[in-house]
């Protein structure tokens, strides 16, 4: 096996630490529970979500791609961890761009889906190249995107809860927290890579 469990935990956590992020924000204007709207919202995100990441490993899958790599080589290897270091950096820039905004917590009951899916489409990029990279590594296209979407659907959840209560606060930290997840688990592969583990 090319990545241990862990580091595919690391780096599918990290991923929905973005969504965690946005449905805390959400979580935090609105007034009341709306458990339908909220699900509605959830099932969203966690479809962007599976979805990239299934279009991610496919692009892998393309006949006249695949015949040109071997899973488990290490020049996949190693781009696969280019990908994820990419993934990483633009999550903790991401964080910091967001950080010199003001964030205004104003009451919002109201679910704007075309905006709901606008964000999870945003999101959901860093899925896409995820997707990329664990295809590189050989992973089973299904299994990972059954991971990312039970991860993503309790993240989504979790957020809009914690915005409720608590507010969002600590918002764009998260958002640096999930980057520095996904280098975390790139980092450790780059050594494995290297060592000869892989």
């Keep these: 096996m090319v990545m241990a469990l862990w580091q595919i935990l690391l780096i599918s956590v990290g991923l929905s630490l973005d969504v965690f992020a946005y449905c805390l924000y959400k979580g935090a204007m609105i007034s009341t529970v709306d458990i339908p709207n909220m699900t509605k919202m959830t099932a969203i995100f966690t479809g962007f979500q599976a979805g990239m990441m299934i279009v991610g490993c496919g692009i892998t899958r393309i006949p006249a791609m695949a015949r040109d790599y071997r899973p488990f080589g290490r020049f996949w290897t190693f781009l696969a961890v280019c990908l994820f270091f990419l993934i990483g950096i633009i999550m903790i820039v991401k964080s910091f761009t967001k950080n010199k905004q003001k964030i205004e917590e104003k009451k919002q ?46 993240s989504a959840i979790v957020g809009l809860v914690c915005g409720y209560r608590l507010g969002c606060g600590p918002m764009n930290r998260l958002i640096a927290i999930g980057g520095c997840m996904v280098l975390v688990g790139a980092v450790d592969l780059l050594v494995n890579c290297i060592t000869g583990m892989v």
């Design 109 to 154: 009951d109201e679910y704007y889906f075309k905006v709901i899916v606008f964000w999870a489409f945003l999101a959901s990029i860093d899925a896409l190249i995820a997707g990329v990279g664990f295809g590189f590594l050989g992973l089973r296209l299904i299994g990972m995107a059954l991971l990312i979407a039970v991860i993503t659907a309790a």
